[in-house]
């Protein structure tokens, strides 16, 4: 109800709030309620606008989230989707020199292999 309400606020003052806020919160309340098929819709359209904007920083982060969405789904070629959304993830950070999440990543995907 909450986002529905924003979705109108959105509509009437359009520069605010910031859509980026309103689909941070989208993605943020389908994953508590593990919506995993919503989440994954919201991520592949929130991934399409960091993206085309060149936020390249949080289109990683998307990434390395959507992939732990693929991880807690566990449907058919969700490992697979995750080891691929990783792997993206960690050339965007490594070339971005963001070591800390280098190293995420690098843990996530270890544990994948075990």
Known sequence: QLLV?????MEKYPRFPNPWFYSRAQIELV?????WDAAVDALE???GYAEGNGFRWEHARL??????V???????????KAREL?????????????DGYVRVVSEKMDTLDI
Do not use: H, N, P
């Open 31 to 35: 994953i508590a309620k593990k919506e």
């Open 70 to 80: 693929c991880l807690a789904r566990g449907a058919a070629g969700d490992l697979d």
């Open 63 to 68: 990434l390395l989230e959507w992939g732990d």
């Open 86 to 98: 990783y792997q993206q993830s960690l050339v965007m950070f490594t070339e971005m020199g963001a």
């Open 45 to 47: 359209r929130f991934i």
């Open 5 to 9: 309400e924003a979705e109108r606020q």
